[in-house]
């Protein structure tokens, strides 16, 4: 989830502070002991619902088809692969990963696309499958304008669908994600009245798959939180070029088979998010569902690239029309649970039976994953060459997501193992990797 800019930033910090082992690379600039320190009731966000409409004359237009789910999973075409020892390196010591799997090798070498988010067909729907097909979704950004230099695709937004029906093989097919457009740069349209699309700008931090609906969090800064997709709204196109939304041919998505159209969003109530102090209005950068809660919800979480600033953690009432939020007839739907940490850089979020667990990263070192709430905070321990005992978790992590189906919690590596070896001035042994273990090994 970090930047360029962010990883820098992050850098000097580390560099600055005294080493405290001759083992370490650099000492952590924070005491991340005081990472569990309880849960702290803070004041809420809600968010508002704006829907999508005319999206039944789009899909009229000549040159797009919609297709089934099953038309998607039965086109899947890169095969993932086992992780080499490389890979391997960056997944967490503990709790240790009981599954794993790498990216065919185009996708675990780009840097132009980035790993950010997971979630599966067990939070779909609570019998772990949809339809026929046992499923994880891979949520994908285009870097941003810091990472790779400007282009329009800064911040466009792509799904692996990966068929893990049969887990000893699991292929892969990509979605992109696109919005309605209306010709400017305003991100918050919510017509297809001019019949074409471009791409759904989102960081896509953090994905929750509920019913039909796929929840994907938006990028920092903006008055848009949290993108929505359906997946009974996949459109094939028919024009294979680089360009996307209608041309001469018909429609285009960069050259991409299928895209998934936007069919609404949720605005923050209060305005544009900042991520520039933790006590504006937040800026969800990871999401996931609970099915523990009655009824089942939504949480979400902050990023900050400073470790001094400390990610506050949301809650929000499923149980709407359509596997939507809980809204009022204006669509707004409060913050159920609002909480402070004491955690810097988080990159996930997972709730379970009262207990919210928060994943961190360092740049240089590994995460750390927390298990927080109102009266404890804990974390494993382990023998690691780094500062700090409770560096546990994979090098470089991303979102996290409970499969409730299979008792198996998912979570996924972002860095390639090129960046591993070069951006730090100490070389690491990490890689891209999507990965599980049993939720009862959480801390």
């Not at 936007?262 to 006590?279: H, K, L, P, W």
């Not at 039976?353 to 905070?377: F, I, K, Q």
């Not at 990797?433 to 801390?443: E, G, K, N, V």
């Amino acid at each position: 989830m970090s930047t360029l800019m962010a990883r820098i930033a992050a850098l000097l910090l580390l560099i600055a502070a005294p080493l405290t082992a001759a083992t370490a690379a650099y000492a952590d600039p924070v005491d991340d002991s005081k990472y569990g320190t309880p849960l702290v009731p803070v004041s809420g966000a809600g968010v508002i619902w704006h829907p999508t409409t005319g999206l039944s004359t789009l899909k009229a237009q000549p040159g797009l088809t919609q297709v089934d789910f099953a038309d998607v999973m039965g086109s899947v075409n890169h095969p993932m692969r086992a992780c080499d020892a490389t890979e391997k390196a960056g997944l967490p010591v503990k709790p240790a990963a009981t599954v794993s799997w790498c990216w065919d090798t185009g996708d675990a070498d780009t840097e132009t696309w980035i790993p950010q988010s997971v979630t599966t067909s067990g939070d779909a729907d609570d019998d772990g499958a949809w339809g026929p097909y046992k499923v994880i979704l891979g949520g994908w950004n285009h870097c941003n304008a810091a990472e790779c230099g400007s282009s329009p695709r800064n911040n466009d937004a792509r799904v692996a669908f990966i068929d893990y029906t049969d887990p000893a093989a699991p292929k892969y097919r990509w979605v992109y994600l696109v919005a309605p457009t209306d010709g400017t740069s305003n991100a918050n349209v919510t017509s297809y009245a001019n019949n074409t699309f471009g791409p759904a700008k989102a960081h896509i931090g953090g994905m929750a798959w509920y019913g039909d609906k796929l929840y994907v969090s938006a990028t920092g800064a903006n008055s848009t939180g949290i993108r929505v997709f359906s997946m009974d709204e996949i459109l094939q196109v028919n024009d294979a070029s680089s360009a996307i939304g209608k041309t001469a041919s018909g429609y285009a998505a960069y050259g991409y088979q299928y895209v998934m159209p936007e069919v609404g969003f949720y605005s923050y109530a209060s305005g544009t998010c900042t991520m520039s102090t933790d006590s504006g209005v937040p800026c969800f950068a990871s999401i996931s569902l609970d099915r523990s809660t009655v009824p089942d919800t939504l949480t979400a979480v902050e990023y900050f690239s400073t470790p001094t600033l400390h990610g506050r953690v949301y809650r929000y009432n499923l149980g709407g029309s359509g596997f939507l939020l809980a809204g009022d007839s204006r669509g707004y739907t409060p913050a159920a649970q609002s909480y402070r940490t004491q955690v810097g850089n988080m990159q996930g979020v997972l709730s379970w039976n009262g207990t919210w667990y928060v994943s961190h990263s360092w740049p240089d070192e590994r995460g750390e994953l927390w298990a927080l709430n109102t009266s404890t905070g804990r974390s494993h321990t382990c023998s690691n060459p780094y500062s700090s005992p409770y560096e546990c978790w994979s090098m470089h992590p991303e979102s996290l997501s409970y499969n409730y189906a299979t008792g198996m919690v998912w979570s996924l590596t972002e860095w390639t193992r090129n960046q591993c070896a070069t951006e730090m001035p100490a070389p690491q042994s990490c890689g891209r990797a999507i990965f599980a273990f049993p939720r009862t090994d959480l801390p």
